[in-house]
T-cell receptor
């Protein structure tokens, strides 16, 4: 068990380009979360999956954001037509959800800079 | 709407001191409260989880308390060490099952 893995660690892109991030959760974990975090703030919820089903998506998430988790394993987060306001740390977390008292395990994040 | 506040935003103390970090929340309808640690440029590490029916949890030099009625939690760190320097965030699992986060307290332990 190597923990939650996120790739790439850093991404620099020009405004208007599309970017895709990958998250590999801990293998037996059935829940996977995506968060966004800006400097000096706590993480902001984006979306989560239980197995392959996307159960909730933040109302703050525009149509430019999409996430998938095929076969309930790894997940990808895509941002289309990036804007400077998308610059942030994108965090992935996984858990084995048996009740509400789940412990989240976070990856090291992908730092996105939109120029 | 649930809001989580952490005060102070930053704290600097000499090595060896005991210290307390504060977290407050506006809605007592929570399932649990968690404390996390975040090192610069890194993800978060879960430190302690207190269920709504519990009053405190301990792990090594860390002790977290929860008072739902007053909407407060504290994280007590005993005998602080330079390696404790990090940002500490609290998060509550609210009735809609999501985690609501505070902005964190940046802790610096001076050798």
């Amino acid at each position: 068990d190597t923990g939650v893995s996120q790739n790439p660690r850093h991404k620099i892109t020009k405004r208007g380009q599309n970017v895709t991030f990958r998250c590999d959760p801990i293998s037996e974990h059935n829940r996977l979360y995506w968060y966004r975090q800006t400097l000096g703030q706590g993480p902001e919820f984006l979306t989560y999956f239980q197995n392959e089903a996307q159960l909730e998506k933040s109302r703050l998430l525009s149509d430019r954001f999409s996430a998938e988790r095929p076969k309930g394993s790894f997940s990808t987060l895509e941002i289309q037509r990036t804007e400077q306001g998308d610059s942030a740390m994108y965090l992935c977390a996984s858990s084995f959800q048996s009740d509400f008292n789940e412990k989240l395990f976070f990856g090291s994040g992908t730092q996105l800079s939109v120029l | 709407k649930q809001e989580v506040t952490q005060i102070p935003a930053a704290l600097s103390v000499p090595e060896g001191e005991n210290l307390v970090l504060n977290c407050s929340f506006t809605d007592s309808a929570i399932y649990n409260l968690q404390w996390f640690r975040q090192d610069p440029g890194k993800g978060l590490t879960s430190l302690l989880l207190i269920q709504s029916s519990q009053r405190e949890q301990t792990s090594g030099r860390l002790n977290a308390s929860l008072d739902k009625s007053s909407g407060r939690s504290t994280l007590y760190i005993a005998a602080s060490q330079p390696g404790d320097s990090a940002t500490y965030l609290c998060a509550v699992r609210h009735s809609n099952y999501q985690l609501i986060w505070g902005a964190g307290t940046k802790l610096i332990i001076k050798p």
